[in-house]
Protein backbone atom coordinates (compact mmCIF):
# COMPACT_ATOMS: atom_id res chain seq x y z
CA UNK A 1 0.00 0.00 0.00
CA UNK A 2 1.41 3.74 -1.20
CA UNK A 3 0.89 6.45 0.83
CA UNK A 4 1.39 9.99 0.02
CA UNK A 5 2.21 12.79 2.24
CA UNK A 6 2.35 16.08 1.23
CA UNK A 7 4.29 19.19 2.91
CA UNK A 8 5.55 22.52 2.28
CA UNK A 9 2.31 24.94 1.79
CA UNK A 10 1.48 27.88 3.34
CA UNK A 11 0.70 32.12 2.84
CA UNK A 12 2.99 33.81 0.76
CA UNK A 13 2.42 37.22 -1.16
CA UNK A 14 2.63 37.27 -4.94
CA UNK A 15 5.50 36.82 -6.31
CA UNK A 16 6.90 34.83 -3.36
CA UNK A 17 7.65 30.82 -3.91
CA UNK A 18 7.18 28.22 -2.10
CA UNK A 19 8.69 24.35 -2.16
CA UNK A 20 6.60 21.40 -1.72
CA UNK A 21 7.12 18.17 -1.07
CA UNK A 22 5.39 14.58 -1.30
CA UNK A 23 6.86 11.60 0.44
CA UNK A 24 5.89 8.34 -0.46
CA UNK A 25 6.06 4.85 1.50
CA UNK A 26 5.51 1.92 0.07
CA UNK A 27 7.40 -0.27 -3.13
CA UNK A 28 7.67 0.71 -6.66
CA UNK A 29 8.06 4.65 -6.26
CA UNK A 30 11.13 5.27 -8.00
CA UNK A 31 8.90 3.32 -11.77
CA UNK A 32 6.26 5.40 -11.21
CA UNK A 33 5.12 8.57 -13.22
CA UNK A 34 4.01 11.48 -10.55
CA UNK A 35 2.12 14.35 -10.20
CA UNK A 36 1.49 17.30 -8.97
CA UNK A 37 -2.37 18.07 -8.85
CA UNK A 38 -4.30 21.39 -7.51
CA UNK A 39 -7.38 22.03 -6.56
CA UNK A 40 -8.51 25.68 -6.04
CA UNK A 41 -12.01 26.67 -4.29
CA UNK A 42 -15.23 25.83 -5.92
CA UNK A 43 -13.03 24.18 -9.35
CA UNK A 44 -11.94 20.83 -9.89
CA UNK A 45 -8.60 19.19 -9.39
CA UNK A 46 -6.07 19.76 -12.43
CA UNK A 47 -2.79 18.39 -13.25
CA UNK A 48 -0.59 20.91 -12.50
CA UNK A 49 2.93 19.25 -13.52
CA UNK A 50 4.60 15.72 -14.08
CA UNK A 51 7.49 13.71 -14.24
CA UNK A 52 7.93 10.19 -15.71
CA UNK A 53 10.51 7.88 -13.56
CA UNK A 54 13.32 9.27 -16.15
CA UNK A 55 12.90 12.20 -15.48
CA UNK A 56 10.97 14.11 -18.21
CA UNK A 57 8.48 16.66 -16.77
CA UNK A 58 5.30 18.33 -18.43
CA UNK A 59 3.63 21.36 -16.99
CA UNK A 60 0.08 22.90 -17.34
CA UNK A 61 0.60 26.06 -19.37
CA UNK A 62 -0.84 27.95 -16.23
CA UNK A 63 2.27 27.20 -14.59
CA UNK A 64 5.04 26.73 -16.67
CA UNK A 65 8.17 28.87 -16.54
CA UNK A 66 7.22 29.10 -13.15
CA UNK A 67 6.97 25.61 -11.62
CA UNK A 68 9.70 23.34 -11.95
CA UNK A 69 8.59 19.31 -10.71
CA UNK A 70 11.66 17.05 -9.75
CA UNK A 71 11.92 14.05 -7.79
CA UNK A 72 14.38 12.09 -5.72
CA UNK A 73 14.32 8.48 -6.01
CA UNK A 74 16.29 7.82 -3.15
CA UNK A 75 14.49 9.58 -0.68
CA UNK A 76 11.02 8.68 -2.24
CA UNK A 77 10.10 12.31 -2.63
CA UNK A 78 8.66 14.37 -5.31
CA UNK A 79 9.26 17.84 -5.35
CA UNK A 80 7.52 21.17 -6.65
CA UNK A 81 9.59 24.67 -6.94
CA UNK A 82 6.76 27.57 -7.21
CA UNK A 83 8.20 31.04 -8.00
CA UNK A 84 6.40 33.70 -9.33
CA UNK A 85 3.51 32.65 -7.38
CA UNK A 86 -0.35 34.63 -8.18
CA UNK A 87 -3.28 34.79 -6.31
CA UNK A 88 -4.67 32.36 -9.28
CA UNK A 89 -1.66 29.58 -7.21
CA UNK A 90 -4.01 29.48 -4.24
CA UNK A 91 -5.33 25.91 -3.90
CA UNK A 92 -4.95 22.51 -2.15
CA UNK A 93 -1.74 20.62 -3.36
CA UNK A 94 -2.00 17.16 -3.97
CA UNK A 95 0.46 14.65 -5.18
CA UNK A 96 -0.42 11.12 -7.03
CA UNK A 97 0.61 9.02 -9.09
CA UNK A 98 -0.31 9.61 -13.25
CA UNK A 99 -3.11 8.22 -14.13
CA UNK A 100 -3.94 9.10 -10.01
CA UNK A 101 -5.17 6.48 -8.08
CA UNK A 102 -7.45 6.88 -5.80
CA UNK A 103 -6.67 5.19 -2.54
CA UNK A 104 -3.48 7.59 -3.05
CA UNK A 105 -5.21 10.69 -2.36
CA UNK A 106 -3.54 12.07 1.07
CA UNK A 107 -4.37 15.33 2.73
CA UNK A 108 -3.00 17.74 0.51
CA UNK A 109 -0.65 20.97 1.59
CA UNK A 110 -2.72 24.24 1.42
CA UNK A 111 -1.15 27.45 -0.68
CA UNK A 112 -2.73 30.80 -0.23
CA UNK A 113 -1.08 33.55 -2.46
CA UNK A 114 -2.15 36.68 -1.19
CA UNK A 115 -2.15 39.79 -3.70
Known amino acids: QVQLVESGGGLVPAGGSLRLSCAAS????????MGWYRQAPGKQRELAAA???????NYADSVKGRFTISRDNAKNTVYLQMNSLKPDDTAVYYC?????????WGQGTQVFVSS
Open 96 to 104: NTLPWIRDY
Open 51 to 57: ITSAGLT
Open 26 to 33: GSGFSVKT
